[in-house]
């Protein structure tokens, strides 16, 4: 709105956020369309803005024909895949422009907080995530993990749990427990289902993938597919779980530096390389496995993502795998080490991770 202003100066701005009570009455398509047109001016260029459209029963129907009499330049907000899915593509197909928006990158978490580029920064940014309504909780532990609690409880029951009409709410959690400790791990319903059977819990494979699948279209953690490096070649089983934000992910589990410093890395990564615009899977080439392999356009980057390279066998084995992918495309290797080549090795550039987060590809 205040960047509407700045263009526009006389423009006439219609903001509505559904979730306010004192717009429970505009829940319905046709009550939504009425509201809207009393509140256009013939004399002005208006803009309507929507929050938390999802809400609106049918509210594509409303925007479609708000679009067909070209009334307004309209922009809505919603926390759910849903929203852009089933009717609505067909209904606004071509008439609209998706942007996702993530949570804070380590630049605007740096912003956010007044914080300098430092490695206690860079382990705030791992541990709390980048929820831009941390700037009001602060950094501490207690409040500021308190308040991720209560958000993931608020996605899962909101917008996974009442939205997807889920049933079984304590394996959901269960189920968002596993994903938490097995971050980056690779995973499939099916040894998800005969990992529970070993605790004694009979969860059907069809039962996992419906839940996994309500879990990322709450955008509340992305499944990323494995993808043969020479021919694209998507598998279809065994794929990698990462968290839409490391604070959620880091409440489900009491904390643990040791053995969580690898999976947020990754996780963190991951997100910048979403950030981006890149389309990210993980690189299979034979029997070895490149953590990310990224494309945009006709560009493509490989990315490997190491704690330290504390020994020659790491150091093999993370530079190796990049090695036997034969093209151009540059190749790198994140860790934590605080010394790194600026010449890379053999072609391949290490990086910190703090570096990599500050960096446009």
């Not at 929820?131 to 501490?140: C, K, M, N, Q, R």
Request: a negative charge.
């Amino acid at each position: 709105m205040d960047e509407i202003k700045i263009l526009f100066p006389d423009a006439n701005i219609i903001y509505i956020n559904i979730e306010f009570h004192e717009n429970d009455s505009l829940r319905t398509h046709t009550a939504l369309y009425n509201f809207v047109c009393t509140q256009l001016k013939e004399d002005k260029t208006n803009f309507l803005l929507l929050d938390e459209v999802q809400e609106v029963e049918s509210f594509e129907l409303c925007l479609r024909s708000l679009l067909a009499e070209a009334k307004c330049d309209i922009t809505v907000t919603g926390s759910n895949a849903q929203m852009l899915s089933g009717e609505l593509s067909t209904t606004l197909s071509g008439r609209y422009i998706q942007i996702p928006i993530y949570s804070l990158s380590y630049s605007e978490f740096l912003v956010f907080h007044k914080l300098a580029d430092s490695n206690e920064s860079l382990s705030n940014y791992l541990r709390f995530g980048g929820l831009p309504y941390l700037i009001h909780v602060g950094l501490e532990d207690g409040i500021a993990t308190e308040y991720l609690k209560n958000v993931n409880s608020t996605i899962l029951l909101k917008d996974v749990v009442a939205r997807e009409n889920i049933r079984n709410v304590a394996f959901l959690e269960n189920l968002t427990a596993y994903l938490a400790d097995n971050t980056g791990n690779l995973m499939s319903a099916f040894n998800i289902s005969k990992y529970l059977k070993s605790q004694q819990q009979q969860i059907p494979t069809q039962t996992i993938l419906n839940y996994l699948r309500a879990l990322t279209l709450a955008y509340y953690v992305h499944k990323v597919q494995r993808a043969d490096v020479n021919g694209l070649k998507i598998f279809e089983i065994n794929e990698k779980y990462y968290f839409e934000d490391m604070g959620l992910r880091n409440a489900l589990r009491r904390y643990d530096y040791r053995n969580d410093i690898h999976k947020l890395m990754e996780n963190a990564v991951y997100l910048h390389l979403l950030r981006q615009g890149y389309r990210v899977f993980v690189g299979v080439l034979g029997n070895k496995e490149i953590d990310f392999m990224c494309e945009k356009n006709d560009n493509r980057i490989y990315i490997q993502v190491c704690y330290m390279l504390t020994d020659e066998l790491t150091i093999n084995r993370e530079f190796g795998n990049l090695m036997a992918v034969k093209d151009n495309f540059p190749k790198y290797v994140v860790t934590l080490d605080e010394f790194t080549t600026t010449s890379g090795y053999k072609g391949i550039k290490q990086v910190h991770l703090r570096e990599f987060l500050l960096e446009n590809f």
